[in-house]
Each structure stands twice: as C-alpha cells, then as structure tokens.
C-alpha cells in the first residue's frame, strides 16, 4: 500500500533553515508528481510546492525564493529545502501523491518559527 513517511520538522529561529524529507513506497515513486502541502491552526490546508515526474516544480508565492522542492528517484524520497524561515512558515506540513485518483498523506512532520 501506499505510505509517505515525513521526517526534518522541528523548532527554528526566523531566517533559519531546515529541510524536510518524506520517503515513500508502495507506488512507482519516479512516475509520479509529488507535493508538499502545509496546515496552520484554525487555517485551511495549502499547497507549498510541487514537482512533477520530470522534475519540474511550482510553489506558493510566499515561499518563493526560500523553498526548494526536489526529489531522488532512487532513494525514492521528495525533499523540501526551507531557508529565511519565517514565523508565518509555521504549520504542519504533509507529504501527497495522487495515485489513481486518490489523495494519500503522510502524518506530517511540524515546523515552528520562532524566537
């Protein structure tokens, strides 16, 4: 079955960096475009980034600039590079791939900026 594992959350200052990973299994992982998606308290869940099966990307305008979506195909794992971090940055952020139609999710991996 299809599972996505999210790891590299944590707590950071505003203007740090951190990267999140999110391996996965269970599908033909290089076939398939890959999203990182994030959900603040009392807010709707959002779609930071994106890339596709061959390697091109879109992002949230907010995080243009700073983040840096990218994937290894044999590791078979999606990356989220998160640099000038800011407190409004703070969420959950989740793992997603569309596979036959159907949205799967990780359990998600919490990011906090702040002094």
């Known amino acids: 079955q299809v599972q996505l594992v999210e790891s590299g959350g944590g707590l950071v200052q505003p203007g740090g960096s951190l990267r999140l990973s999110c391996a996965a299994s269970?599908?033909?992982?290089?076939?398939?475009?890959m999203s990182w998606y994030r959900q603040a308290p009392g807010k709707e869940r959002e779609l930071v980034a994106n890339i596709t099966s061959t390697g091109g990307t879109n992002y949230l305008d907010s995080v243009k600039g700073r983040f840096t979506i990218s994937r290894d195909n044999v590791k078979r794992t999606v990356y989220l590079q998160m640099n000038s971090l800011k407190p409004e940055d703070t969420a959950m952020y989740y793992c997603n791939v569309v596979w036959f139609r159907v949205h799967y999710w990780g359990q998600g991996t919490q990011v906090t900026v702040s002094s």
């Open positions: 269970g599908f033909t992982f290089s076939s398939y475009a």
